[in-house]
Each structure stands twice: as C-alpha cells, then as structure tokens.
C-alpha cells in the first residue's frame, strides 16, 4: 500500500499540531482509493483528500491522544470519502506507534498516521498499517507529499 498526501493537508496537519502543543494532536483523514494507478505495483493506492482535526480527550493530553466516538459518528458513514486513517501527534517522542496506540483499536483503519515533533524544526510525519493478531504488529508505509 502506498499513500498520497498532498502539500496542503500536510501543511494543515503540521499547523494543527504546533498550535496544539504540548498537548497531542489528534483527527482523521478522509481518503479514497487511487484509480489512477491500477497497473501500479503497489497493491492499493490511498488518497488523501481532507485532515478532520478532533479535540483530544485523553486525561494527560501531554502522552496520549483519545477521539471520542461520538466526534467521528458524522464520518462513519460516508462512502464517497471514508476514513482511511487515524492522526495523533507525539510532542517530544519519535513517530513511533507507542505501546499504548498498539492496544487501541485502531488497527481496524486503514492506516495509522504519527507526526513527531520532537525536534521542531524537523517534524517527522510516519504512516503505518496495524495489524492485530495475537499481538499487534506494525509496519511503515510509503507515503508521497506532494500535488
């Protein structure tokens, strides 16, 4: 799978998440398959095509994000765009799925985005793919940044 995120929502996303410091950000991205690319050697291709930033209801906002439910029930069911994915922010630790993000459950969404803003003038945006099984696994995407 690879992903494609245009400079805009980027740009967005990075905004969001600076304003929200020191706490973690957090939101969806609503997406769609590619067409473009069905001879692509990638078996599926994600668009991005809007950031749904979400206020963050954890109790210590500062090392952990919580959506609540009720906030995604207007996107649950759209067709034309649906969730491809789950974005929170790490503050001052690498864009790594934290134990913690590994036993929520949103490994059941297409892909898990982590923006690291542990050096300010470098964030570092990752996107992964959960895998749930006897233990959760995860693994990177490739991701494009671009038109």
């Avoid at 991205?29 to 050697?41: A, R």
Wanted: glycine share 2%; with cysteine.
């Amino acid at each position: 799978m690879i992903v494609h995120l245009n400079q805009r929502l980027y740009d967005e996303i990075l905004s969001y998440s600076t304003r929200m410091l020191p706490y973690e950000a957090c939101g969806i991205l609503l997406g769609e398959s590619d067409p473009t690319h069905e001879k692509h050697t990638y078996k599926e291709i994600l668009r991005a095509t809007n950031f749904i930033p979400f206020r963050n209801h954890a109790k210590d906002p500062t090392h952990q994000f919580l959506i609540n439910p009720i906030d995604m029930l207007p996107y649950l069911s759209q067709t034309s765009h649906p969730i491809m994915g789950i974005f929170h922010s790490h503050p001052t630790a690498a864009p790594i799925p934290s134990a913690e993000d590994l036993r929520t459950l949103w490994h059941t969404v297409p892909t898990h985005w982590i923006l690291s803003l542990q050096q300010p003038d470098k964030p570092d945006l990752q996107v992964y793919q959960l895998k749930k099984t006897t233990t959760t696994t995860y693994h990177k995407l490739s991701f494009v940044i671009g038109q």
